[in-house]
């Protein structure tokens, strides 16, 4: 008896899942000729492919639909170079708080003893102070480099022409403009995005400070500091170039966007400054 019982549960149990079954098929199916329907409307290559999709859509609902969600995530992967993880824009909206981050500090005055001792650099020559500085910073999320004089005396002196900018960086889905100031011998960068939210209390993303110690020596050491959080090194390290070819170069086109962002905005057009981008070769 016991037997003939656990045999009828089983059938019993057999025709549950059997109906379950086709219940999810039935669902599965309307759902398919829902947007088979749609195809027929939105794509002009339907009729072409027609009796193969109906091969698909008929034999196997689930199948049909998978392959449809496959198309879809395609369709949404970035068309700008490899993706990247998505950026929390939700910290760049709050103001600027006290900071842990050294990329967030003020140092418009901050002297090169704070970061290293002068005595060990003041008997070296310039190449190598250079070198001293670049390997004492190259396991630091931080971008260096050592500037000639001259190349740093031309920059300050397009800052006080032109002491506000905005530069692009490429990011996975377009670009971001990131706005520059000159202050002292240091520029600030913050997203354009926060600025144009908080204003003077937008929080940084990158600073930039030369020190002149080593001036009389021919180099000005230079030292970026960036948060990680908004920035890569790489990103970083573009802005920077872009910051030497604009104001420490005499390149006309340059010079006209710097002039024409200054004194006449309305005639400033983002797209110039991305095609100087794509045309850069640092």
């Known amino acids: ?45 339907f009729e072409k492919y027609a009796s ?5 859509q008929h034999s196997s609902p689930e199948e049909f639909l998978s392959r449809l969600d496959g198309v879809e995530k395609e369709k949404k992967k ?16 709050k103001p600027k708080a006290p900071l842990a981050t050294e990329a967030t500090r003020d140092i418009s005055h901050r002297k090169l003893s704070d970061i290293m001792r002068l005595e060990l650099i003041e008997d070296k020559s310039a190449d190598d102070i250079k070198h001293l500085w670049l390997e004492y910073h190259k396991d630091k999320d931080v971008i260096t480099a050592a500037i000639p004089v001259a190349q740093f005396n031309l920059m300050m002196a397009r800052a006080k022409q032109y002491p506000v900018f905005i530069l692009p960086i490429p990011r996975s889905q377009g670009y971001e403009f990131i706005m520059l100031q000159f202050a002292a011998n240091t520029v600030h960068f913050t997203p354009l995005l926060n600025y144009q939210v908080h204003k003077e209390n937008a929080p940084e993303c990158l600073n930039i400070a030369m020190f002149t110690e080593c001036s009389d020596k021919g180099i000005v050491l230079m030292r970026g500091e960036y948060d990680t959080k908004v920035l890569n090194a790489q990103e970083a390290q573009c802005l920077a170039n872009q910051v030497q070819l604009y104001y420490s170069q005499n390149n006309e086109s340059k010079v006209h966007l710097l002039e024409t962002f200054t004194k006449s905005p309305d005639k ?7 095609e100087e981008l794509n045309n850069l070769k640092i």
């Open 1 to 45: 008896m016991a037997a003939i019982a656990l045999v009828r549960r089983s059938i019993l149990l057999s025709h549950k899942f059997t109906a379950a079954r086709s219940i999810h098929m039935s669902s599965a199916r309307e759902r398919s000729e829902k947007v088979l329907e749609e195809l027929k409307e939105k794509n002009p290559y």
């Open 268 to 274: 400033f057009k983002h797209m110039d400054i991305i």
């Open 78 to 93: 970035p068309k700008f170079g490899p993706s990247e993880m998505d950026r929390d824009y939700s910290e760049l909206l």
């Open 52 to 56: 193969k999709i109906a091969a698909v």
